[in-house]
């Protein structure tokens, strides 16, 4: 397993600013992964970071509104851009350690409300 | 894209009755992860399957990787007030950049002492 923290834990934002949200981990990890957890809903994955590459994008989520770095092997960041009241959601990093890269563990999340 | 079908939605439960819940999709999946979710916090992971037909313990949960890889499902033995939480299912499969995981639903657990 790793062990992953994230920061902030929460923040309240206004309409139209950005926040860029950060994934520690303790132990290099070549796969990691952001999703979004809207209210009451399932988790969906925005992108998939792994180092030494550009960020693969799902459908639905472009760069330019989830811009991300993956500077090294244990940190990456997610910046959520001219945010609006749908963009309030948790925002979860995981990563995928070890060989066979099938289990993923998770961040405690970020919590986002855009006023 | 693929969807993972999660049933039930929602328990409540006596404590010390027995949990199943199940996911299924119309893909085929190369492992199947069951979840935990408690409030404010990310998810945890319970178990892993990584075999057609695998049965797998860890505690008082059960789950099982389905023959045809399309199914899965957990079970919860003797529940405890703690259990409570959202249960995820998930799928991994192979995307552009590598492994991808799709989601269920999720079911959320209450259990009354």
């Known amino acids: 397993s790793a062990v992953i923290s994230q920061k902030p834990s929460r923040d309240i934002c206004q309409r139209g600013t950005s926040l860029t949200i950060q994934c520690q981990v303790d132990s290099q990890v070549t796969m990691m992964f952001w999703y979004r957890q809207q209210p009451g809903q399932s988790l969906t994955l925005i992108a998939t970071a792994n180092q030494g590459s550009e960020a693969t994008y799902e459908s639905g989520f472009v760069i330019d509104k989830f811009p991300i770095s993956r500077p090294n092997l244990t940190f990456s960041t997610l910046t959520v851009s001219n945010m609006s009241p749908e963009d309030s959601s948790i925002y979860l990093c995981?990563?995928?350690?070890?060989?066979?890269?099938?289990?993923?563990?998770f961040g405690p999340g970020t919590r986002l409300t855009v006023l | 894209g693929q969807q993972l079908n999660q049933s039930p939605q929602s328990m409540f439960i006596q404590e010390g009755e027995d949990v199943s819940m199940n996911c299924t999709s119309s893909?085929?999946?190369?492992?199947w992860l069951w979840y935990k979710q408690e409030p404010g916090e990310g998810p945890v992971l319970l178990i892993a399957l990584y075999k057609a037909g695998e049965l797998t313990s860890n505690g008082r949960l059960t789950a099982q990787f389905g023959i045809t890889r399309k199914d899965s499902f957990l079970n919860i033995s003797a529940s405890i007030p703690s259990d409570v939480g959202i249960y995820f299912c998930a799928g991994l499969s192979n995307n552009n950049a590598g492994n991808m995981l799709t989601f269920g639903g999720g079911t959320r657990l209450m259990v009354k002492p």
């Open positions: 995981s990563v995928a350690p070890g060989t066979s890269y099938n289990e993923q563990f």
């Open positions: 893909s085929i999946f190369n492992t």
